[in-house]
């Protein structure tokens, strides 16, 4: 059985977001820790509740994103990680936005987490943060310099907020390059937080990959049962959140319909 299943259990894999407020070393840090781990609880027992099957942890608030995480950044989130795993039931990753794999790594360790989200695993592309190139190779060597083996890679595939530097290379090509360097799911969103990521694109990389498709981004109650009958998993937040902003608190209504929707 393979480390996906044996998390998931052979269940669609419903991931909801735990946002963190700013973290110490960015700009909107507000000096005050408890209150991120408060926001963070209340948003884990609300996704628990309301019946996802895991928690994806990320430094959300961090904007604008560097290329790296600060000391005081990564120290933070692994402090919150570890905060929310004491407090769930709930198998949790990592996002390290927008792809420190070490620090992504390291947290994961640190907090007993089960997965990490790389977003650039094996496209070069550009963005805000300047232009990116593929951790595939030194995010797999320093997992196992870390002992950290049994966290699984979530790895995107020409991610959202991004554009590919080689604009020509199929998404399909990137999928199966990022199964061969050790992905253990890929990740396919759309072109910016919560719009959807189009159908077509999920049924292509499902029909041509030997691992597990997440839908990353544009996930609802109104499409989720479509999008789980082709994908075996999707990271939401957004559309979790009250009124639908995603700095907003998790609304455990929305949760409860997103979950119920999927067996409609």
């Not at 509740?49 to 942890?57: H, K, L, N, R, T």
């Not at 550009?126 to 196992?144: H, M, S, V």
């Amino acid at each position: 059985m393979s480390r996906f299943n044996e998390i998931f259990k052979g269940k669609k894999a419903i991931i909801g977001m735990v946002h963190l407020l700013p973290l110490p070393g960015t700009a909107m840090f507000d000096g005050d820790m408890d209150k991120i781990y408060e926001q963070a609880l209340f948003d884990t027992k609300a996704l628990e509740e309301g019946g996802v099957a895991a928690i994806m942890v990320e430094n959300f608030g961090d904007m604008p994103y560097g290329k790296e995480l600060s000391l005081e950044q990564s120290t933070a989130l692994a402090a919150a990680a570890a905060v929310i795993k004491k407090n769930t039931n709930l198998s949790i990753g990592i996002d390290a936005a927008f792809c420190d794999y070490k620090a992504a790594l390291a947290c994961a360790k640190a907090s007993g987490a089960d997965f990490v989200r790389l977003a650039v695993f094996v496209d070069t592309v550009e963005c805000f943060a300047g232009i990116l190139e593929p951790c595939c190779a030194e995010a797999l060597r320093y997992r196992k310099q870390i002992n950290a083996e049994e966290v699984m890679i979530f790895a995107d595939i020409q991610v959202k907020h991004t554009h590919m530097l080689i604009p020509n290379v199929d998404i399909i090509e990137s999928a199966n390059v990022a199964v061969s360097c050790g992905a253990d799911a890929v990740i396919v969103t759309g072109l910016a937080t919560g719009m959807e990521t189009p159908i077509e694109t999920v049924k292509r990389v499902k029909e041509n990959v030997n691992c597990p498709v997440i839908i990353g981004s544009g996930v609802s109650a109104k499409n989720i049962k479509e999008q789980m009958n082709i994908a075996d998993g999707a990271i939401v937040g957004s559309s979790l959140k009250y009124d639908n902003v995603v700095t907003n608190k998790v609304d455990i209504n929305k949760v409860k319909e997103l979950t119920q929707s999927i067996n409609k």
